[in-house]
């Protein structure tokens, strides 16, 4: 089912705590860019249809990526592309995106979006799996 854009940027913005939807949306925007860049096929296009049209556009069009990030350098990414954030506070907008993502996508789509990504990345979308 796809969620409403309002109902999606809702979650973002309690999750990281933000004092606007601006600040939830623009997350939201910067993330799912460089989250479609690590993701293929069929993966890819099952999760855009699970999100609001406009941030299943920016998944489906991502920015450009050699080769899928781990978690660490992916959190770098993000810090560089967020004026002002540190390492620290892009972690925390990460995970407040990636963890309603994984909402959206449920447990069955999440363990398929997970198999294309390194290791690390259940933590960032908020769902540690077992070791």
Do not use: C
């Not at 993502?101 to 960032?124: C, E, F, R, T």
């Amino acid at each position: 089912m796809t969620l409403r854009r309002e109902v999606f940027l809702d979650r973002v913005k309690e999750r990281g705590e933000y004092g606007t939807v601006e600040e939830a949306e623009r997350a939201a925007r910067l993330v799912l860019a460089l989250l479609g860049a690590h993701l293929v096929g069929e993966v890819r296009a099952r999760l855009a249809a699970r999100l609001p049209e406009e941030f299943a556009l920016i998944l489906l069009n991502p920015l450009q990526s050699a080769e899928p990030l781990p978690p660490e350098p992916f959190v770098r990414a993000a810090a560089a592309w967020i004026e002002g954030a540190t390492e620290q506070t892009a972690a925390w907008d990460v995970s407040a995106v990636l963890s309603t993502v994984a909402d959206s996508a449920g447990g069955d789509l999440l363990g398929q979006i997970l198999l294309q990504l390194p290791v690390g990345y259940d933590l960032l979308f908020g769902r540690p799996r077992p070791t």
